[in-house]
């Protein structure tokens, strides 16, 4: 079975304060997103990469930033922290680019910004 | 554009009875379609996937889909509930040509009467 761990479950962080979340896939999968869930938002695209040190923009992505040096891990960074979001944060892999390939999910963060 | 519609914010069954989840999708070609469960504090699970043939696709958990091109829809069903599936339920669409990602609707919370 596919295996994508984000590094914390839960975190609390300050306003203004650089945030970095972490995601490791261990199936040599291709891409990888990242996505936040708001209560009757459903989930909504930050950044996807397909390549290592490829990415693109989703719906989102004003206020993050993402880093992409190897396959396996995908990192989210908050450059400085607002209240706005504080949200719970999901990572995501799929094998290819092609639509049809699911996408595998970590159990995600949940990010309070304090 | 395309676009996921999943008409029922919340609902609630009695445990035992049948459950019909509504997902209506927006795409100009045949699209490839997924369901995906959250439970509580967790991330999304795959429930079942459709990219052609047999119009009914069976899933994990006792759950099935059927697609209906006429209506560009995708409902998941299962004949009786048990008390561990309530949870939130996703429909998701893929395209070809968008590089991996996929639409996720913004989802149906299901509740089960003991």
């Known amino acids: 079975d596919v295996k994508v761990t984000q590094s914390s479950r839960y975190l609390v962080k300050r306003t203004g304060e650089k945030v970095f979340l972490e995601c490791v896939q261990d199936m040599d999968h291709e891409n990888m997103f990242w996505y936040r869930q708001d209560p009757g938002l459903g989930l909504r695209l930050i950044y996807f990469?397909?390549?290592?040190?490829?990415?693109e923009k989703g719906d989102i992505p004003e206020g993050y930033s993402v880093s992409r040096e190897k396959k396996e891990r995908f990192s989210l960074i908050l450059e400085s922290a607002s209240t706005n979001q504080t949200s719970m944060y999901l990572c995501?892999?799929?094998?290819?680019?092609?639509?049809?390939?699911?996408?595998?999910f970590g159990d995600g963060t949940r990010l309070s910004i304090l | 554009a395309q676009s996921v519609t999943q008409p029922d914010i919340h609902i609630t069954v009695s445990e035992g009875a049948s459950l019909e989840l509504r997902c209506n999708y927006s795409?100009?070609?045949?699209?490839?379609l997924f369901w995906y469960v959250q439970s509580p504090g967790q991330g999304l699970q795959l429930l079942l996937k459709y990219f052609s043939g047999d119009t009914l696709v069976q899933g994990i958990k006792g759950f099935e889909a059927e697609f209906k091109r006429s209506q560009s829809s995708f409902n998941l069903r299962k004949p009786s509930v048990h008390w561990s599936d309530a949870a939130e339920y996703f429909c998701a669409v893929g395209a070809h040509n968008q590089g991996g990602k996929l639409i996720f609707g913004q989802g149906t919370e299901l509740s089960v009467k003991p």
């Open positions: 795409y100009g070609a045949t699209p490839y």
């Open positions: 990469s397909y390549d290592v040190k490829m990415k």
């Open positions: 995501a892999s799929s094998f290819r680019t092609e639509g049809n390939q699911p996408q595998h």
